[in-house]
């Protein structure tokens, strides 16, 4: 059975736009305690300043709400160099600290970027110090101690706790061709290129991870190493005991990596060497009118002179796998766009597509943020006044707009009952900001402009409201779902004609799939968001991890041959 997942790399027509994007851009020189927002007329929007123990190390990120996300350079490091960082931070728009966590001791570190992921989770990088016995174990060429990497996804549980509620070991995904005593060896590494060959490179710091990204619709990670030359990609659908495996996920290959590019040599193809000290990999956006759905890097040496560029280039996309022949490198055989830099900067750097087709660049140790026309013609550029790892630009409605939420007196009636809608917002920029409301409904057939309006509900219907901040001209939407004659204290799902449960009912986590229904059969599982979106999708694999999904109703949909049973979940 095929995969019902398609993702096309493809051009859009799409008139170049030469006018600037946005207003207000992020940007947090290293070393220092502050981070600013300045509009592109160069006017200083917004300073936070931190405690000077506090000392921002490689990047920031707003999130909706107006929450800074931070990496900041830990005093009580043991393991020290490079933009090792060992302690992230929430702090709200008034210089709150609502979340200080710190991964540091003397075998782990968390350094240079980190990921806000849409549940409010924090995707981290960290080096996982190998002794010298287990680095000879697993096969190292040389003595002495190795830094292989992990990847954590931490849930914020207090003001400096987390959970890690889901985790890659690069060490569970090695491969070697030195010594056939030791662990992952293997006779042919470029027929082995979903594992990383541990002695491509020789150094303690091996790999040197250093950007991150998520990819929500696809459910997967991508990452960039400097000393590789690569950038990965790796399913997050996985539990945490499946990435430390080959097997299961949506891609169906554990924690293996699905794709890998920029250096085929590192998996011992011979062949071009697309980048040189590759920093900051990263989707482009999916409405990009350019590149939808592309990978990109910042190239520190690779363009012409040796300058820094932007690489943009169409992975071979196959459901939620990518097309390889074994031997040879993974496709495309070249960037399909690169913009060459009349700079250089060493290492480090970021690039931002926006929405209107330009790009924002920061020139991490040149000191210059600017945006690019899609001709490449420069538009805006700043000094920033001091190395600045990343910057990232944002819309005045994305910082100044309301953020909306939406409830009801009861989410769960019989037919018949009178429910009412309450809606709320908030803009923690704005000093006096004056909201109206506008509500409807899909299916279609309610609509109001009360903030709290009162109503009889005669089918299962979810309620948006729209609510619009007059005094700055923005707005947010919101939604509720409320069931009507809808069953409710289940604890699992039984079908008994079809012989198929599904549990725990409601769950936090993990979900079971099971019964005669699913024997002999290949099964499809598809989840769906009350919108109708697919959101996950795996085949034969009858575990499905929800941990990562926020507080709400979902509808699975579950395929055997020709029948389709769907189940609130």
Request: proline share 4%; glycine share 8%; net charge negative.
């Amino acid at each position: 059975m095929k995969k019902l997942l398609f993702i096309i790399c493809m051009f859009t027509v799409a008139a170049a736009s030469a006018q600037q994007w946005g207003l207000y851009t992020l940007y947090s020189p290293k070393g220092t305690n502050k981070a600013y927002l300045v509009d592109t007329n160069g006017v200083i929007f917004k300073t936070w300043t931190f405690p000077i123990d506090k000392k921002t190390c490689f990047s920031s990120y707003l999130t909706r709400g107006d929450t800074l996300v931070r990496t900041v350079i830990y005093q009580g490091m043991i393991i020290t160099g490079g933009p090792i960082s060992g302690e992230t931070q929430k702090v709200d728009w008034n210089n709150n600290v609502d979340w200080d966590f710190i991964y540091s001791d003397s075998n782990h570190v968390t350094h240079h970027d980190i990921c806000p992921m849409p549940n409010g989770n924090v995707l981290l990088i960290a080096i996982d110090v190998k002794t010298p016995a287990e680095a000879l174990q697993a096969g190292s060429s040389v003595t002495g101690e190795r830094y292989s990497e992990k990847i954590l996804e931490v849930h914020p549980t207090g003001p400096a706790t987390g959970n890690i509620v889901w985790e890659w070991d690069l060490w569970d995904h090695l491969c070697q061709h030195y010594d056939a005593t030791k662990d992952n060896y293997v006779t042919s590494l470029v027929q082995n290129p979903q594992l990383i060959c541990l002695n491509y490179r020789t150094g303690q710091d091996f790999m040197h991870l250093n950007g991150i990204d998520y990819n929500a619709a696809l459910d997967q990670i991508t990452f960039s190493s400097l000393k590789y030359n690569e950038i990965y990609v790796i399913d997050h659908s996985t539990t945490t005991a499946q990435a430390h495996g080959h097997t299961g996920g949506n891609s169906g290959k554990g924690g293996d990596l699905i794709y890998r590019w920029g250096n085929a040599a590192a998996y011992g193809v011979a062949d071009a060497n697309n980048f040189d000290a590759v920093h900051d990999a990263h989707w482009v956006p999916a409405d990009d009118p350019y590149f939808p759905n592309y990978l990109c890097g910042f190239n520190n040496n690779g363009g012409t002179g040796g300058n820094s560029c932007v690489d943009i280039f169409c992975p071979p996309y196959n459901g939620y796998n990518y097309n390889i022949n074994l031997g040879s490198a993974y496709t495309p055989a070249t960037y399909t766009s690169r913009y060459n830099s009349t700079m250089w900067t060493q290492n480090e750097g970021s690039s931002q597509q926006l929405p209107n087709g330009n790009t924002l660049i920061c020139m991490s140790f040149r000191d210059t943020i600017f945006e690019i026309n899609h001709a490449g013609t420069i538009l805006w550029s700043m000094d920033a006044g001091g190395a600045v790892s990343t910057a990232y630009r944002y819309s005045k409605c994305f910082v100044r707009g309301p953020v909306a939420t939406a409830g009801a007196s009861a989410t769960e009636i019989v037919s018949g009952a009178a429910v009412t809608l309450n809606s709320s917002a908030a803009s923690v920029t704005e000093a006096s900001p004056v909201y109206t409301y506008s509500w409807t409904s899909v299916p279609a057939g309610f609509a109001s402009t009360a903030q709290n309006p009162l109503l009889t509900p005669d089918s299962i219907r979810r309620y948006f409201v729209t609510i619009t901040d007059t005094t700055v001209g923005c707005s947010d939407t919101a939604s509720v779902l409320v069931r009507v004659d809808t069953l409710t204290g289940i604890s699992e799902f039984k079908n008994n004609d079809a012989q198929l449960v599904v549990y725990p009912n409601p769950t936090t986590g993990i979900v079971n799939i099971s019964g005669e229904f699913l024997n002999d059969q290949n099964n499809v599982f598809i989840v769906h968001d009350p919108y109708g979106k697919t959101i996950k999708m795996t085949e034969n694999n009858s575990t499905l991890n929800f941990s990562g999904f926020a507080k709400g109703v979902y509808f699975l949909t579950v395929k055997s041959g020709q029948t389709y049973k769907v189940i609130c979940q």
